[in-house]
């Protein structure tokens, strides 16, 4: 056999083993609504650990399945078959005090009960727990670690 496919293979099955546990960790998610501008904004892309539910906590942007079909009814945002992925802001983790703005929707509960989550997009105008309540911690696919750059590389100002 040639030495050259030998010296070449390990590091190709690395690097290949490499990028398959990284999509199992990792995944890119591009905003496409303004529920979170100005902090993101349409065509933004951010990388979503999947799975950090030990990340989750208020202040964090996370990105979940729809709560419900009913939520989104008469929207045009649900695709044709498949998940509605949707990005927030965690205003509330369980234990903590629901806060102001999703009082109206969870009634006289003060506290996130364990294994909920309330999510707040940043823009007033975001169907989000002011909507439906509770989020129940399960539905996160995980959470956005950091803001990545346009396509074609050029740098954000």
Do not use: H, Y
Request: charged share 15%; proline share 9%; hydrophobic share 50%.
């Amino acid at each position: 056999m040639n030495p050259w496919i030998l010296l070449t293979a390990g590091p190709v099955a690395a690097a290949t083993l490499a990028l398959a546990v990284m999509r199992r960790c990792f995944v890119v998610v591009t905003v496409t609504g303004t529920s979170m501008a100005p902090a993101l904004k349409p065509g933004d892309r951010v990388l979503v650990r999947r799975g950090a539910r030990d990340m989750v906590r208020a202040g964090r942007i996370v990105v979940f399945g729809q709560p419900s079909d009913e939520c989104l009814a008469g929207s045009d945002a649900a695709p044709a078959g498949g998940v509605l992925w949707m990005i927030k802001r965690v205003a509330a983790a369980g234990g903590e005090a629901v806060p102001d703005v999703a009082r109206p929707a969870v009634g006289d509960v003060t506290v996130v009960p364990p294994g909920m989550l309330v999510v707040l997009g940043d823009n007033l105008g975001s169907t989000d727990s002011r909507t439906w309540g509770f989020l129940p911690a399960a539905a996160v696919l995980g959470v956005a670690v950091r803001r990545l750059k346009p396509p074609g590389g050029a740098p954000e100002i």
